[in-house]
């Protein structure tokens, strides 16, 4: 059964896309625990970050990287954090996080945001890319 991430990467289920190529795609998280909390995912559905060969698992890095760049050039923030958790969708992804405190990083508080807010955010983020 194909993970919610599928969908999205098939076009089934929208998202606010930062991010694409050929075998990876980056969105912001509809629930987020900061403002331009994003989500890169292979496209390909594997479900353990450390069940990716070595040249996708690297190509997942430098891809979150590329994103991680531009996120820290949108949102003022004292860092990127990076988060891999896995449990949520069985389906291997990153977590991108703009940080100003560590609480931001607990996955407890969430960030209220309305389309409008997402789609400005994702259209300022990708001309930073």
């Known amino acids: 059964m194909s993970s919610i991430f599928i969908k999205i990467i098939k076009g ?3 998202c606010y896309k930062i991010a694409e190529d050929a075998d990876f795609l980056a969105f ?3 629930n987020p625990n900061a403002k331009g909390h994003t989500l890169c995912v292979p496209k390909q559905e594997i479900d353990k970050i450390f069940d990716l060969e070595d040249d996708l698992y690297l190509g997942l890095m430098q891809f979150s990287k590329k994103v991680a760049v531009a996120l820290e050039k949108t949102i003022p923030c004292n860092r990127i954090g ?3 958790i ?3 969708v069985p389906h291997a992804h990153v977590h991108l996080i703009p940080l ?3 609480d931001e990083m607990r996955f407890k508080n969430k960030v209220s945001m309305n389309k409008e807010e997402f789609e400005a955010l994702a259209r300022q983020i990708k001309a930073n890319m």
Do not use: R, T
Request: net charge negative; charged share 25%.
């Open 12 to 14: 089934e289920i929208p």
């Open 28 to 30: 912001l998280d509809v």
């Open 82 to 84: 990076m988060a891999v």
């Open 86 to 88: 896995g449990i949520e």
């Open 100 to 102: 100003n405190e560590m």
